[in-house]
């Protein structure tokens, strides 16, 4: 089995590696490529991971090359991890936004459209190259927006799926809490990329005795500490919303928090710079406890479940991803993408039923689809007024003023990444 990771210079990957060293029975890897531009960073997280594979014994080679037709030849499935701009591009977006009173963060919001902007058309290209390379393979998609970049490849024909972390770290969390294994609870997890709710924390699969109330009332204030969110909201809504929702929930308090510290890309940055230092290392075998800071907790368990699932060799029988809404929630349309359980096998993922969900996140959901949608005809097709359209159908913006201002200050902030403008 051949797995290529674009992107495969990020400082996530020893991350990535790890996983695969650890759960070869589950994904056994004959050859894993890490591809991406940057020589120097490939260069430093291709000899860690080697060190990594020899730690563990695992006995696939691992190679490293900037040819990206190269490095898709021949794959099984490539996974997409990719940042275009890089952390100064994100920078921006978490910076920007903020000068109008609105949150400055990657993945919503007005900077999330200015990372959907320059990243589609990039993701649309390799997966034209992956395709002609080899039609068969699985493309899963890691890189944010992970709902609109995934919605771009399933529209254009990829055999895609998208994948994020949050639903896999919240299992770990209530596991912890209930002092279970992670593979006997079952989120009833329901939404969006980023935007989603577990409505139900369930005993064994997805007909299992749901102990959310019970964990609400012994763990609430846990919890809600953790999403930096009341209890008392919590208790009101008898669900667990992703701790992306604080953006929707407590806006005003976000963005005067993040106008009192540094931004998160500067954090990351600097974590970066750290983490590249040790990864030069030649003694270091194992991956770094700072790593953990970087974030994507859990994403190596996750992917590893999902290209075997794909690849039909095992991986769990359900498992959160992203994917087409199919009729899933009837208040969206077929094309949408939503995160929700999925059973997945070889055929790609297909959604589980999901119990009618409240007015108060359907509504919220509905907007944000018909946002991602507007992002999605901006990123595909440029032009101004697209950007606006967009922009004012986002619930962090929806006002015509901010919505002009924000409008201006992406394009002159990401013109050399957007070949319209």
């Known amino acids: ?21 650890r759960l070869r029975d589950t994904l056994p890897i004959e050859e894993l490529v890490l591809t991406d531009p940057a020589q120097d960073r490939l260069d430093l997280v291709g000899g860690l991971s080697r060190r ?26 490539v996974l997409l991890q990719l ?27 007005a900077g999330g459209l200015a990372k959907a902007l320059r990243t589609v058309p990039v993701v649309l290209d390799i997966a034209e190259r992956v395709r002609r390379a080899n039609p068969r393979a699985w493309i899963i998609d890691f890189t944010n927006p992970v709902g609109i970049v995934t919605r771009a490849l399933l529209q254009a024909g990829h055999k895609a799926v998208g994948l994020c972390n949050v639903a896999i770290g919240l299992q770990r969390k209530f596991a912890a809490l209930l002092a279970l294994e992670p593979s006997a609870l079952h989120l009833d997890h329901v939404g969006l990329n980023h935007l989603t709710w577990e409505t139900g924390v369930r005993l064994g699969g997805p007909e299992g005795e749901d102990v959310l109330p019970q964990l609400l009332t012994d763990h609430g204030a846990t919890i809600a500490a953790d999403l930096r969110l009341p209890p008392s909201l919590l208790d009101t809504l008898g669900v667990v919303p992703s701790y992306y929702l604080r953006y929707f929930y407590a806006h005003d308090e976000v963005v005067r928090e993040l106008r009192t510290k540094p931004s998160r890309a500067a ?25 953990a800071q970087r974030g994507g907790a859990y994403y190596s368990e996750a992917a590893v479940d999902l290209a075997a699932a794909l690849l039909g060799g095992g991986g769990t029988p359900y498992q959160v991803v992203n994917t087409y809404n199919h009729g899933t929630l009837p208040f969206l349309p077929d094309d949408a993408v939503i995160e929700v359980q999925a059973a997945v096998g070889a055929k790609g993922a297909a959604p589980l039923p999901v119990h009618p969900v409240d007015p108060l996140y359907a509504g919220l959901m509905a907007d944000v689809t018909a946002y991602e949608q507007l992002a999605l005809d901006a990123a595909l097709h440029g032009g101004r007024t697209r950007v606006f359209r967009a922009l004012l159908a986002h619930p962090l913006v929806a006002q015509y003023a901010y ?8 394009i002159a902030h990401n013109r050399e990444h957007l070949a319209w403008a």
């Open 83 to 109: 940042r275009v701009g890089g952390q100064a591009a994100r920078q921006q977006d978490e910076t920007w936004p903020l000068e109008c009173g609105c949150v400055g963060q990657e993945t919503t919001g």
């Open 403 to 410: 919505a002009e201002t924000l409008t201006d200050r992406l």
């Open 267 to 291: 954090e990351v940055a600097d974590m970066e710079r750290r983490l590249l230092a040790m990864y030069a290392d030649p003694a270091l075998d194992e991956k770094p406890e700072l790593l």
């Open 52 to 77: 990594i594979f020899t730690r563990q014994g695992h006995p696939g080679r691992i190679t490293t090359t900037t040819d990206l037709d190269a490095a898709v030849d021949g794959a099984d499935a």
């Open 1 to 21: 089995m051949k797995l290529t990771v674009v992107g495969g210079g990020s400082t996530y990957t020893p991350e990535l590696v790890d996983g695969f060293a």
